[in-house]
């Protein structure tokens, strides 16, 4: 059995570059796939947050219009209902990777309002990719990764080949114009080695222990890679 660390953002909104604050939190899809992976093959999964916040799942994310259909909306919240870890996270600051053979950021927005910033989560990320275990980041969650430069601006994950959620579906969703960054630009400008796939379409990267995924659709699929390496 493999503990599997789930990095989650605490945010329940994404602030605009008008200073409004547009709800979001995680993107179910983001957790309920991986999640329902690594459980059914008998892993172990824990979660942390930022201060240990209990994370907000992103209500646009349990639409049917957003998940395919009623059934798996129903599907999704079922399962985000019984993962009792998503009521007891643990604190970011406290967790070391040495306790843990994977981790895992699932996007939503939330990582643009906090994981973006947070020095705690760029030191984990520091350390998960020098350990050489897998690391997995999604959608949004590749914003994290600008948290992990130093004052001269430099990161360990420049030059990695990465992918994350496009501008184009940040049109489609129609918050592109909204924004006050965009993550695929900052990703881009970290500098690393950003690619893409169609919009919506899973798109997976890997690079070394990294391993990145372009949108929702892309989560299931990444943690399956994982389970392989597992």
């Known amino acids: 059995m493999a503990k599997v660390l789930f990095v989650v953002s605490g945010a329940q909104y994404w602030t605009l570059k008008d200073g409004r604050r547009h709800p979001t939190g995680y993107w179910a899809e ?5 999640y329902t992976v690594f459980t059914g093959a008998g892993h172990q999964v824990s979660i942390a947050t930022p201060g240990g916040v209990i994370p907000t799942v992103d209500t646009m994310s349990l639409r049917p219009s957003m998940t395919g259909g009623e059934d798996i909306s129903l599907k999704h919240e079922a399962v985000i209902e019984k993962a009792e870890e998503l009521r007891r996270p643990l604190v970011l600051r406290d967790v070391s990777v040495d306790d843990y053979d994977v981790v895992y950021y699932p996007g939503g927005h939330g ?4 994981l973006a910033y947070d020095r705690d989560s760029g030191k984990l990320l520091k350390d998960a990719l020098a350990s050489g275990k897998p690391l997995a980041v999604v959608c949004h969650a590749p914003a994290a990764l ?6 001269n601006g430099n990161s360990p994950f420049v030059g ?12 489609a969703v129609q ?3 909204k ?3 965009l993550m695929e630009d900052e990703v881009r400008n970290l500098p690393t080695d950003y690619s893409r796939g169609p919009v919506f379409e899973p798109y997976l990267v890997s690079d070394r222990n990294l391993y990145t ?3 929702p659709a892309s989560s299931g699929p990444l943690a399956k890679e994982i ?3 597992l």
């Open 179 to 181: 924004a006050k960054w």
């Open 30 to 34: 983001e957790f309920v796939a991986p």
């Open 146 to 151: 600008l948290a992990t430069r130093d004052v």
């Open 111 to 114: 990582p643009m309002e906090d």
């Open 213 to 215: 995924g372009q949108n």
């Open 160 to 171: 990695y080949r990465t992918t994350g959620f496009t501008n184009d579906e940040e049109e």
């Open 227 to 229: 389970l392989k390496v």
């Open 175 to 177: 918050l592109r114009d």
